[in-house]
């Protein structure tokens, strides 16, 4: 009996099968089911941009109708990518679920909840394409830890975790446990850099190291405080790592999710390790 739930993002291109690839391996190591999760373009929300008159209004109706022929398209590739992928994995194939969903954003996240992980294209965390806004809502609205497959293996054998102490990294480091507990080599990353002074109590590694070892993972611990740029020194120390785990930091203005400078550099590494975040 599968212990977790997995959900992978479809965009019905040729980025999918990867994207699958990796989130059945996922699923495999740490005993989890895959769903498969196509979110479509929310066509009514172009009727806004309506004008006055009749013939605009005739205007973008036809053009969501071409929309909506484009979303039935990409939706039928990816089902047929997401099934072609788990019939190479025995065990995921028979249980293997495929959603398609539309509306708003907030209406679409909420399908990730009881998930254990969501899996997404590196390009859709560092906020770029359809996927950007969805994911943003599953980190922040949902809380619900993401995963962008970029460079190393998949279930990860070796693990860095960027530790400050704070809330963020700890979600992150608790949603990364199923991993922690399976890999080979786990590191555990730590500056002083632009810590608030609230999160310094809990800011040492000793903490999340007694944590680590209750989950049988014996962690060793990597100093970053000699590099000027806190993300580019996780991204330097992580060279070779196969995942990086990391909180994800921002704020909230004018309804628009804001994030750190930290958080920003980690996600727009689309060719360094794999990032596991969480809010």
Known sequence: MARERIMVTLQGDEKDR?????????????????????????????????????????????????????????????????????????????????????????????????????????????????????????????????????????????????????KEAARAAAGAAPLLTIAKRVMVLQSDRGLDFSDRRSAPPDRLIDWLSDLGCRAGTIDIDDHDHVGNAILEASKGADLIVAGAYGHSRLREFVFGGVTRSLFHAVDASSLLTAH
């Open 18 to 166: 990867p994207l699958v690839e990796a989130a059945a391996r996922l699923a495999i190591g740490i005993n989890a089911t895959l769903d498969g999760l196509f979110v479509e373009p929310d066509a009514s929300a172009y009727l806004m941009w309506t004008g006055p008159g009749v013939a605009a209004a005739t205007v973008m109706a036809g053009a969501v109708d071409s929309i909506r022929e484009e979303s039935d398209r990409c939706a039928e590739v990816a089902k047929e990518v997401f099934s072609d992928v788990l019939t190479g994995f025995d065990r995921l194939s028979a249980g293997g679920r495929f959603y398609r969903v539309s509306g708003s954003v907030p209406e679409v996240a909420v399908e990730v909840r009881l998930s254990r992980y969501v899996v997404v294209p590196a390009e859709a965390l560092a906020g770029h394409g359809p996927l950007a806004e969805f994911v943003t809502a599953v980190l922040i609205d949902e809380q619900i830890p993401v995963i962008a497959p970029r460079a190393g293996m998949m279930p990860p054998e070796t693990i860095h975790i960027a530790w400050d102490g704070s």
